[in-house]
């Protein structure tokens, strides 16, 4: 018998939990590009940005987001979270689902409505729901969002302010270089507005729903609205004849979405209206909107949505604060621009090229290992990016991983600590060069 029966069975690896994902070093590059640009062209609006907590108490959402919405009802990750003294009371707490009932808090937290002015409120982070997950669709994903929110002398309820939202989202996919959005728009109306479309489409659905999918003849009972979003197939001829949003519009709400559309026009922003984009939260009134793309993210098309929300301080206990946001889905965003730059590059024949570090030091021997990671230090500090080896490697070790990593490599070896004089070779070019340590900087820069 071997000893390996006695040894312990290996422990079973432990993996990231479904739906979550690692994002290694090769990826984040993208996710600060995109984020430094959304921060860049958020500033030139004058937003600024908002942190709020990733958990908030369980009734935040179900008062803000809605119960019978999807992700209140099924999705969100719920605790009860226990007291641990006397003076705390046990509560129900849930990892955000969404970011705009926690910032639209805050503004009541922080009674930001007093200063009169209107607030521009960005914020970037994960967001977490129980969804099924598959291409561009997880249970911790990431937005970039944005929300206008203030008092009504501010000015919050103007229509001119959901114009300025869309035509920065505009100009920001642009800048980010993504190609084919397309931008959907609808009004689905103030409250007085929705509660007559609401009786008008329970009653067209009274007849027809027992033929439609579980999931809609539920909808059809619980939250009408939502039967007119719904995907299945099956169920699409029937939702086509049901009553339109836009024949249920008062006066004050046509006005309001023709305002909207008019400053679209003049600013040259292109956008097709959708009767049927009801969107899945229930905080929404008058404007609603999807920014879809075709490349790269399949049935999950949606790379951002939003919309107005001028109930939503008032269902949450603060005062009249007329809103609209939206959420990017970074994930999604990543996506598309991943799938492009591989069309572009299956289309011209040239991969992708990586970032690169400026340089390598080869120590050539373990007693320069010191001297490289004094060297490095002092390159560092004038602002290059470097890579030390160790002086245990063989010279085409050295060479192997210096090519991949680094444009320039330096050996460094005990001639030339004491020389100052050092030896550089530049991959590109295969050239071999000795420079003086006081012009290395701008040898390696150039
Ligand atoms: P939402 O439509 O629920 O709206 O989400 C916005 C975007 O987040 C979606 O268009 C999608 O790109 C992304 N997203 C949603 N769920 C997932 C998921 N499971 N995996 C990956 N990406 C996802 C909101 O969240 C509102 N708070 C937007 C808003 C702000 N409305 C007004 N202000």
Redesign the pocket.
């Known amino acids: 018998m071997t000893d390996s029966k006695n040894k312990p069975a290996p422990r079973p690896t432990i993996k990231a939990v479904r739906?979550t994902r690692d994002l290694l070093p090769d990826q984040t590059p993208l996710w600060n590009r995109v984020e430094a640009t959304a921060r860049a062209v958020f500033s030139r609006y004058g937003f600024g940005e908002i942190r709020t907590p990733v958990f908030e108490a369980t009734e935040l959402f179900a008062r803000g987001?809605g119960e019978e919405t999807d992700?209140v009802s099924k999705?969100m990750f719920t605790w009860e979270d226990r007291a641990r003294a006397a003076s705390e009371k046990a509560q129900n707490l849930t990892l955000r689902?969404?970011?705009?009932?926690g910032?639209v808090r805050a503004y009541i937290e922080h009674k930001l409505g007093e200063t009169g002015q209107l607030q521009k409120l960005y914020y970037i982070g994960p967001?977490f729901?129980r969804?099924r997950?598959q291409r561009?669709?997880?249970?911790?994903?990431?937005?970039i969002?944005?929300?206008v929110i203030g008092p009504q002398t501010s000015g919050a309820e103007s229509p001119l302010r959901d114009a300025e939202v869309l035509e920065m989202l505009a100009s920001l996919l642009d800048e980010l270089g993504i190609r084919d959005w397309k931008l959907e728009l609808n009004s689905v109306g103030n409250a007085e507005d929705r509660a007559r479309f609401n009786v008008a489409l329970r009653e067209a659905l009274a007849p027809v729903k027992d033929r439609m999918c579980p999931d809609n003849q539920r909808r059809a009972e619980t939250n009408p609205l939502r039967v007119l979003d719904s995907k299945e197939e099956a169920d699409q001829e029937i939702i086509n004849a049901l009553p339109k949003i836009a024949d249920y519009l008062g006066d004050e709400s046509r006005e309001h979405f023709e305002q909207v559309k008019a400053a679209l026009d003049a600013c040259g922003v292109p956008y097709h209206v959708n009767p049927r984009l009801v969107?899945?939260?229930d905080?929404?009134t008058r404007t609603t909107f999807?920014?879809t793309v075709t490349t790269g993210l399949g049935t999950?098309n949606?790379?951002?949505?939003?919309?107005?929300?001028d109930g939503l301080s008032e269902m949450l206990g603060g005062p009249k604060a007329p809103?609209?946001?939206?959420?990017?889905?970074?994930?999604?965003?990543i996506l598309t621009l991943q799938a492009q730059a591989e069309a572009d590059a299956a289309a011209s024949g040239i991969a992708p090229t990586e970032p690169k570090l400026d340089v390598y030091i080869a120590p050539l021997g373990i007693a320069q290992n010191p001297a490289a990671l004094k060297l490095a230090r002092e390159l560092r500090r004038e602002g290059l990016s470097v890579e030390v080896g160790d002086g245990s490697f063989k010279i085409g070790k050295s060479f192997g991983f210096a090519d991949k990593l680094a444009r320039h490599i330096i050996l460094l070896g005990e001639d030339e600590v004491v020389t100052n004089v050092l030896t550089v070779k530049t991959f590109s070019t295969g050239e071999q060069v000795k420079v003086n340590r006081d012009v290395l900087a701008d040898t390696l820069r150039g």
């Open positions: 739906g987001v992700i999705e689902p969404e970011s705009t009932a910032v967001q729901r969804e997950p561009g669709r997880y249970r911790q994903f990431w937005q969002g944005a929300e969107r899945g939260l905080y929404y999807e920014f999950q949606a790379l951002l949505g939003g919309g107005r929300y809103g609209i946001g939206f959420a990017i889905g970074e994930d999604r965003l």
